[in-house]
């Protein structure tokens, strides 16, 4: 008989938390089975909430788009696609996508990457004392109200009072003197630059505390090897904030397309219609011409839209994480 000189070792069990395909443990315990039921329990008030006041509606308003309804005498007629129909073939709809287009377009241009270099610059300071005060100097507008804002604006852009006009007549520049929201080619640029005044603050103070996260060594070693500011705006700042860039990207562009405020305050969508937004053509065509019906398929259409966005946010959030 051959004996091996190979020691015999006996077989290690399982450690503990490891669970044996087919064993019982393998199964939910009566245990576990009750803490997801509790979890569900704690969690369904929201949900029955939040169904009751945002999906139900969305239901609704799909159906109410189909129908032709006086919301005064409650006569209600079923027309199918004709309101989508409408809505494709009404130049004011498209009038006013073509303002919340170039309103999300100025918003990327000022509020997200303008507001990155503002930051970007304050952060640069080396008095402490001074980044401080100017955060609060860009932030005091974002605390106004939107209601207010629009108001103060209205002021500044009136024609014979407003300090615009004066300030241009004291540069010597009578030949730009107008009404600013009383002409169709001006007055949505009116409403957008009070928007763009009254929110730049808030995404500066965003950008800032991005940029306080970047580790000081990086900038310090890049100051060793001579590197300049602008290098360094480019090769440090600008990608270690992408997330943050990110989600102001889509936080203003969704907002764009949800205007209503600034528009009601300032100019009701006037002169001729020329100032409109999705959100207070929707109003209009509901509250004011009496057509919910129409006003429905509009609402439909601005979800359609932030839907889109929401799924683009969805994904940009997904992409790998800033890492240092």
Not at 19 to 40: D, E, F, M
Not at 160 to 171: K, P, Q, S, V
Not at 197 to 214: D, K, P
Not at 308 to 319: D, E, G, M, P, T
Request: charged share 10%; proline share 5%.
């Amino acid at each position: 008989m051959t004996v091996s000189n190979t020691a015999w070792k006996p077989t290690a069990p399982p450690p503990a938390t490891a669970v044996v395909p087919g064993h019982p443990a393998a199964k939910p315990t009566r245990r576990a089975r009750s803490q997801r039921w509790r979890n569900l329990v704690w969690v369904a008030p929201a949900v029955l909430i939040l169904s009751i006041f945002a999906y139900v509606p969305l239901v609704q308003n799909l159906g109410f788009s189909t129908l032709k309804w006086d919301i005064y005498s409650g006569r209600q007629t079923f027309v199918g696609p004709d309101n989508y129909t409408k809505m494709f073939n009404d130049p004011i709809f498209w009038k006013s996508l073509l303002n919340n287009t170039l309103y999300a377009g100025i918003s990327i241009v000022f509020q997200v990457f303008g507001a990155l270099i503002l930051a970007a610059m304050i952060e640069g300071l080396r008095s402490a004392r001074w980044r401080g005060i100017l955060r609060a100097v860009y932030f005091v507008p974002s605390a106004i109200s939107l209601t207010v804002a629009g108001l103060l604006f209205y002021f500044i852009y009136e024609p014979r009072l407003g300090i615009l006009n004066a300030a241009l007549d004291l540069l010597g520049l009578q030949g730009f003197t107008q009404a600013w929201l009383g002409q169709e080619n001006t007055a949505i640029f009116g409403i957008i630059a009070m928007s763009q005044w009254q929110g730049f603050g808030y995404c500066t103070l965003l950008f800032a505390v991005a940029l306080q996260r970047i580790p000081t060594e990086l900038y310090e070693a890049a100051s060793i090897d001579g590197v300049g500011p602008f290098r360094r705006f480019f090769a440090i700042s600008l990608p270690l904030v992408r997330e943050m860039t990110s989600l102001m990207l889509i936080v203003t562009v969704s907002g764009a397309f949800q205007v209503f405020n600034e528009v009601m305050v300032m100019t009701s969508g006037g002169p001729n219609n020329s100032s409109q937004v999705l959100g207070t053509w929707l109003y209009r065509s509901g509250f004011v011409r009496n057509d919910f019906g129409y006003a429905a398929a509009i609402a439909t259409a601005v979800f359609v839209i932030t839907m889109v966005l929401a799924a683009l946010q969805l994904w940009i959030s997904k992409r790998r994480r800033v890492e240092w």
